[in-house]
Structures are given as structure tokens and as C-alpha cells.
């Protein structure tokens, strides 16, 4: 049994086999021989999405082709090395089919794991330690995948995670969806930003991996007669909003009831000076925007927030203490004078 026979390698301080490479699956046919072997591979957890026991990424495949496979449903669910093809009998000049017989020619069948097959462990070498491990937490209802295909959180499910090679790019895209809660009435849960690994409220984001690494993505529930107002902030600076919900910096995306007046306020850092409002919003001053949902399921509201760094053509600043953002108590700054002037940002 595919249970049995992963749980010997692992005793052993192995994994059944995981192949990558058609240099792999030779290899690996070979030390077989005629027999029908588990693999150490399954879409147990998601159907149709096939997984190594190691979390290294799928790069390579040997689907028998005829008949097609995977083939077998939720009802194979585990992988093996063999393939059900015809047998022939020669008979003279005569070529008679004597029907289908299984035999290990290297390619792959899905088959119920309760079956009774041989099976070939691995060892690893020092490569183990070039495989990282990329979490994916969500908080509220959303889905999470990620190129290449290891990463696939679903709806319900709060915490996903794949291994990854040393150096591997990885994207993740965030994506809501809409839920109905009784006929002609839904709910849209929508993406509102990430955190830990990845910053921002673009829903696709790219993790190079270097080291085990934590990605967190936030979603909310949207029921209709809101509006989703969403903030893009470039530069030092942080944008708040009256009422509150919105702190960016942390909390660039907020939730309003319809007809609901919102209030933006640009704060700079403090070498910076706020340069203007993009989007639904222009100008300088505080941005008020009215919550509407005239396409609900789909477009947000967007305002850009620009800040820019104040230079001082004579001065360079090298550190600035005090306390942060105290009006009428002393800061102090150290600078040293520059032989040319500085280019503006």
C-alpha cells in the first residue's frame, strides 16, 4: 500500500522516490525492473494537482498516453510507475492481440493507494538543505496560488506551503471570489494586501527564495451597498482616513457602506513633502471621496498618494533625532556641507 511503502522509506530516513528528470525516470525504471512501483507523488490533498512527498516543485512527467492518463478520479489518488498496455502474440506473419497486461516501460499511472505494489526509496544528498520553505497565512476568505504550481490555498484553507529551490522565483497571485448567501444575493470577498515576505496591495507578488520565507494575505468580505476604497502610496509618507479603516503605511484598503463621505489626510515624513493626490483624487489638500457602488464585484475606488524626499542643495543630512513626529519640541539635525548640489528626486 502507497501508505505502508511511504512510511518504510521514512523510517529509513528516506522518501520514496521523487523524480525530475527523464534522466531520473530511466534511472529509477531500471532499478525496477518489470515491476509495477509506488512513487513518491499524490494529489491526495487537491485532485488533479499532483504533489512530490518532498514538496519539490513537479517540473517533469511520464503520463502513459495510451489509454490517457491521470485517469483514475478521486478514486486514484496516489502514483506509480507502469502502464496497462496490449500483448501481443506472433504467430507466423500473424500479429494476434491477446489483450492488455501490465508491464514497467517508465510511465505513469494513478492508482488507488489500498493497492499492493513494490516500491523504491531515496536518499538525499546535500542538495536538501537548498530547499526552502515558502508559508502562505491568510486572514478572511480568499485564494492563494502561486507560479511555479506547488502553492494552491484555497478558500477555507488559512495556511498553505511548498518547498522551493535555492534561488527559485516564485509568484504568488491573490484573487477573491464571490460567494452566494441565498438566491440572487452574494457576498465578495476581496484582496486588500499583503504582509511579512511580500508588502502591498497588488494582488500578484514575487518571493526570491533565499531562506525559508512567511507571506501573509489579507482579504475581507464585501457585501453589496459598499464600495472598496484603495490607497497606492509611493514615497515617505502615510495616508489616514476619517472614518477610520484605512492607516497606509499598514492598512492601505477599506470597506465603506454606500453614500459614506471619506476623508483622506496625507502626513509626510520628516524629509519628505506630500506632492499630490492621483486618481479619483487631485491637488494637495485633504481628498474627499464618496463611497459608490456603481461596479461593485470588480473596481475599487483608487487615489495615489505621492511623496517626495526634501533636498537641500548646500546639506546633506547624515541623522535626525527626537522624537518621531512632535510638533514644538526639540529635534535635532546633523548635517555636512557637499561641494555640489543634489539632484532632485
Known amino acids: ?29 531500471h532499478v525496477a525492473r518489470q515491476n509495477l ?24 512527467q511520464a503520463w502513459e498516453i495510451d489509454p490517457m492518463e491521470p485517469n483514475g478520479g478521486t478514486n486514484e489518488n496516489h502514483l506509480m510507475m507502469g502502464d496497462y498496455s496490449p500483448c501481443w502474440r506472433v504467430v507466423g506473419d500473424i500479429a494476434i492481440n491477446m489483450g492488455y497486461q ?20 531515496e536518499w538525499e544528498g546535500s542538495e536538501t538543505s537548498s530547499l526552502y520553505s515558502l508559508a502562505v497565512n491568510k486572514t478572511g476568505s480568499g485564494i492563494v496560488t502561486s507560479n511555479p504550481a506547488r502553492i494552491n490555498c484555497e478558500k477555507t484553507s488559512q495556511t498553505c506551503s511548498a518547498k522551493f529551490p535555492l534561488g527559485a522565483t516564485v509568484t504568488l497571485n491573490a484573487s477573491g471570489y464571490l ?14 494586501g499583503w504582509n511579512g515576505a511580500c508588502s502591498g496591495i497588488e494582488p500578484s507578488c514575487t518571493v526570491t527564495m533565499d531562506t525559508a520565507k512567511t507571506v501573509t494575505a489579507n482579504f475581507k468580505s464585501q457585501p453589496e451597498n459598499t464600495d472598496l476604497l484603495v490607497v497606492y502610496k509611493s514615497g515617505d509618507g502615510s495616508v489616514t482616513s476619517d472614518p477610520a479603516g484605512i492607516h497606509c503605511g ?6 465603506y457602506n454606500n453614500g459614506t463621505t471619506v476623508t483622506l489626510t496625507a502626513m509626510p515624513g520628516m524629509l519628505s513633502t506630500f506632492s499630490g493626490w ?12 464618496v463611497a459608490t457602488d456603481i461596479d461593485w464585484l470588480t473596481t475599487p475606488q483608487v487615489v495615489n498618494a505621492t511623496f517626495r524626499q526634501v533636498v537641500f542643495p548646500d546639506l546633506v543630512i ?9 510638533f514644538g519640541l526639540p529635534i535635532a539635525i546633523t548635517t555636512r556641507p557637499v561641494a555640489t548640489k543634489a539632484a532632485d528626486p
Request: hydrophobic fraction near 35%.
Open 179 to 192: 460567494q452566494p448567501i441565498w438566491v440572487g444575493r452574494f457576498i465578495n470577498y476581496v484582496f486588500i
Open 250 to 255: 499598514t492598512d492601505c484598503a477599506e470597506i
Open 37 to 60: 512501483i509506488w512513487l513518491g507523488g499524490t494529489d491526495e490533498g487537491h485532485e488533479g494537482l499532483w504533489t512530490w512527498v518532498t514538496e519539490e516543485p513537479w517540473s517533469f
Open 1 to 29: 500500500m502507497w501508505n505502508d511503502a511511504k512510511a518504510y522509506c521514512e523510517s529509513k530516513g528516506g522518501h520514496l522516490a521523487t523524480i525530475t528528470s527523464q534522466k531520473e525516470n530511466d534511472l529509477v525504471q
Open 318 to 326: 547624515t541623522s535626525v533625532t527626537g522624537p518621531s513626529g512632535a
Open 102 to 121: 501490465w508491464n514497467n516501460s517508465g510511465q505513469w499511472n494513478d492508482a488507488n493507494g489500498n493497492t499492493e505494489l513494490a516500491f523504491v526509496c
Open 278 to 289: 492621483g486618481g479619483v483624487c487631485t491637488g494637495i489638500g485633504n481628498c474627499k471621496v
